[in-house]
């Protein structure tokens, strides 16, 4: 079956810093998600994008985050000035339409600390 | 604001009992999905649903409209069984689901 694939696995950065996390959605996917998890906490929604611009997105989404997709096959992350509080696993998925009703891929997860 | 609401949180079975997780929300939604997050984090999509039942090998998902409630059936448990099983709602004239707390399955052998 088709993966999502992201990277890297884990990522240790010191408060402050920027960072970018990578996702290569399925291929044929035409829509794109961040979702992160705080540990021992539910997974909560951040963003979607379509067509090269943001369709919806979160409260948690705000001025610090940003996404991009700067090719045609890699969607990336940016957290700008990490917080503690953003220590998480964040989560990218794909799916191939957009009814609500659409099945999600989801990759593996980058577990994000921030020291 | 969609609430939604699972149960049992964390549920322990023996090896071949019948499991039933449910789960209750409280918009109008569009679909439903059930998702399987392993140990290690990875998140599967089991089902999704947005009316009767469906059924993929010892899985069955069920989704009552009207009353706002789905139930994930696990046949025949198995030790690899083990996992948080999450529900998440799309609410209506979204196509975002929202997730809930899930319910964290330990089947013993």
Avoid at chain 1, 30 to 45: A, D, H, M, N, S
Avoid at chain 1, 60 to 82: A, C, H, M, W, Y
Avoid at chain 2, 60 to 87: F, G, M, W
Avoid at chain 2, 89 to 98: F, L, N
């Amino acid at each position: 079956e088709p993966e999502v694939t992201q990277t890297p696995s884990h990522q240790v950065t010191q408060m402050g810093q920027e960072v970018i996390l990578r996702c290569v959605p399925i291929s044929n996917h035409l829509y794109f998600y961040w979702y992160r998890q705080i540990l021992g906490q539910k997974v909560e929604f951040l963003v979607s994008f379509y067509n090269n611009e943001i369709s919806e997105k979160s409260e948690i989404f705000d001025d610090q985050f940003s996404v991009e997709r700067p090719d045609g096959s890699n969607f990336t992350l940016k957290i700008r000035s990490t917080k503690l509080e953003d220590s998480a696993m964040y989560f990218c998925a794909s799916s191939e339409g957009v009814t609500g009703g659409e099945k999600l891929f989801f990759g593996s997860g980058t577990q994000l600390s921030v020291l | 604001k969609n609430e939604v609401e699972q149960s049992p949180q964390n549920l322990t079975a023996q090896e071949g009992e019948f499991i039933t997780i449910n789960c209750s929300y409280s918009v109008g939604i569009s679909a439903l999905h059930w998702l399987q997050q392993h140990p290690g984090g990875g998140i599967v999509s089991l089902f999704m649903l947005s009316s009767g039942k469906k059924k993929h090998g010892r899985l069955i998902a069920t989704i009552n409209i009207q009353e706002k409630h789905s139930s994930l059936h696990i046949t025949a448990s198995h030790p690899r069984d083990s996992a948080v099983y999450i529900c998440a709602p799309v609410p209506g004239g979204s196509y975002i689901p929202t997730f809930g707390r899930g319910t964290s399955l330990i089947v013993h052998p």
